[in-house]
């Protein structure tokens, strides 16, 4: 049954343009909401419109200043609460703090967690997000969660080039998973890079597990934080004798540091991303790939009580 409740959709200011684009899909107009600054730094925010009684639905990601986007976030959340919104729901395309989902080392905390709990208790009754680093991470939180896929955006983008003799590869084993549904998506095999990470942001690639000699390689991973991974990875695919082009796909272009300047030298023939984040600085051979349809379609199915499989597939 479609739902009466009327439709907001109001942005932060992590991402206007992606909310913006949304709307447009959604044919309903970008709701303005009210964000300044206080003078000592503290975080003002409020709807400018009533929501009472409306499905409001909040576009937030989470950029390089990611602290600053969440607590914009979590004040929003409480202005609509307070508000009387019936039903709150965020858009946050990139889930910040999502690979701190566990405990690897002694006295670690769960931040992903931590950042589940903070959102629920801020007021949202439901999260869309897009490749969270680990699917188990839905489980921290106490409502719904749409996780998005994007293998079906990039598979289309691929499928359009044609490319002969390819070969997908994970650049850690963690992401095998999600690279072999990428694959099967494109008819390419496999093939697996194995890493080990001596620290934070670090990573040292050991050897490549899979047939890559003479092939068309596409490096496909989740994120792209400072590319150091991905980096090291075109160096040892070189190595391992694919002498044809390499291409980088991940959903967020995090693009840390020195991650901009690394890609430059890595030699990819496309980097391909999506909009989930503002990407700053552009580079030749950036590709970026829109994910506001997708996000859009999601939210009318939810809206209108409809099957959000049938959006994906």
């Known amino acids: 049954m479609v739902r009466n409740l009327p439709l907001k959709i109001f942005s932060g200011s992590s991402h206007p343009e992606l909310a913006k684009e949304i709307a447009k899909y959604l044919k309903v107009p970008l709701n303005e909401m009210e964000i300044s600054r206080f003078a000592c730094g503290e975080i003002y925010a409020k709807p400018k419109d009533t929501v009472r009684g409306c499905d409001v639905f909040v576009v937030q990601t ?18 609509l609460k307070r508000s009387f919104a019936e039903r709150i729901h965020v858009i946050m395309p990139h889930y910040g703090y999502a690979r701190q989902d566990r405990v690897a080392t002694p006295r670690e905390p769960i931040s992903a967690k931590l950042m589940a709990d903070l959102i629920s208790t801020a007021g949202a009754d439901h999260l869309i997000t897009m490749k969270l680093h680990s699917d188990q991470g839905q489980g921290f939180f106490n409502f719904s969660v749409d996780n998005l896929n994007t293998n079906k955006l990039f598979a289309d983008y691929f499928k359009k080039k044609k490319l002969k003799d390819v070969v997908v590869v994970s650049p850690d084993a ?6 072999k549904k990428f694959a099967d998506l ?13 620290a934070h942001n670090k990573s040292e690639v050991t050897h490549v597990v899979g047939e890559v000699e003479g092939k068309h390689c596409i490096l496909y991973d989740d994120m ?32 840390s540091g020195p991650a901009v300047e690394r890609l430059e030298k890595a030699g990819f023939k496309e980097v391909v991303v999506t909009n989930s984040i503002p990407v700053v600085k552009k580079f030749k051979g950036l590709k970026m790939l829109s994910v506001a349809k997708l996000l859009a379609d999601t939210s009318r199915s939810v809206h209108e009580a409809k099957s959000v499989t049938k959006v994906i597939n």
């Open 174 to 179: 963690g992401g095998a998973k999600d690279a």
């Open 62 to 79: 989470a950029t390089a200043n990611v602290n600053e986007d969440l607590m914009e976030l979590f004040i929003i959340l409480d202005s």
């Open 224 to 255: 792209v934080d400072t590319a150091g991974s991905v980096s090291a990875g075109v160096d040892a695919l070189r190595a391992m004798g694919a002498n044809k082009d390499i291409y980088l796909a991940a959903t967020h272009a995090v693009f």
């Open 186 to 198: 494109i008819g390419a095999n496999l093939a697996i890079i194995h890493k080990s990470r001596p």
